[in-house]
């Protein structure tokens, strides 16, 4: 881990966020309390925080659906949007960059439903950008955001052709959904815009 430049330390840390903010909060808690050191390359700290993060997703993937085959694949959370954000940045991105942008974005989403509160909100944003996260990118609102909602139809054809998405509904408690509004996909690029 050592020899990591800056933006590859870093990007591992997204699918760690990822993972804690829909299986558990403590883990959220800890990352919380931890992103400064995690962003300044604590080794400690990223060997607490790889075993942990590990450790949820063998649980996830051991427990009844290893396949996920009735699931929304939660493990993809912050994803749809990311894997077409890697492609309209032709890659320019790193996957962990993209993912924490795809993490807020659906963070933002679900605080526009009234699925978690604002004050969850900003602590969610405010770890992604201790840990030294850009949660924008401008390719999110090229040509009026029609190409980043393709990326939703992409993944509806990755998941098998039934759009299921993991929104939040709390810190630690992930949620399927089947539908999403592309207003308010609209107004949460936009949100993240402006926080930019």
Not at 31 to 40: D, P, T
Not at 48 to 68: K, M, N, Y
Not at 76 to 103: C, P, S
Not at 162 to 174: A, D, F, N, Q, V
Request: net charge negative; proline share 2%; aromatic share 10%.
């Amino acid at each position: 881990m050592k020899t990591l430049d800056e933006r590859d330390w870093r990007s591992g840390i997204s699918e760690a966020v990822k993972v804690a903010l829909i299986k558990d909060i403590t883990f959220f808690e800890w990352l919380e309390n931890k992103s400064v050191l995690l962003a300044h390359r604590d080794e400690e700290s990223m060997n607490e925080h790889i075993f942990r993060c590990a450790e949820l997703h063998v649980q996830h993937i051991s427990s009844g659906d290893p396949f996920e085959s009735g699931s929304a694949r939660p493990l993809d959370f912050g994803h749809w949007a990311a894997h077409k954000l890697e492609y309209l940045t032709n890659f320019e991105i790193r996957h962990g960059e993209a993912v924490a942008i795809g993490i807020a974005l659906d963070c933002v989403y679900s605080y526009l439903k009234g699925m978690i509160s604002e004050d969850a909100l900003d602590r969610i944003l405010l770890v992604l950008e201790n840990l030294g996260f850009d949660l924008y990118h401008p390719a999110l609102a090229e040509n009026d955001k029609i190409n980043l909602w393709k990326g939703l139809n992409e993944f509806r054809e990755h998941l098998g052709g039934r759009l299921t998405i993991t929104l939040l509904e709390g810190l630690g408690k992930g949620v399927e959904v089947h539908e999403i509004d592309f207003e308010l996909v609209k107004q949460a690029v936009d949100f993240l815009e402006k926080r930019s």
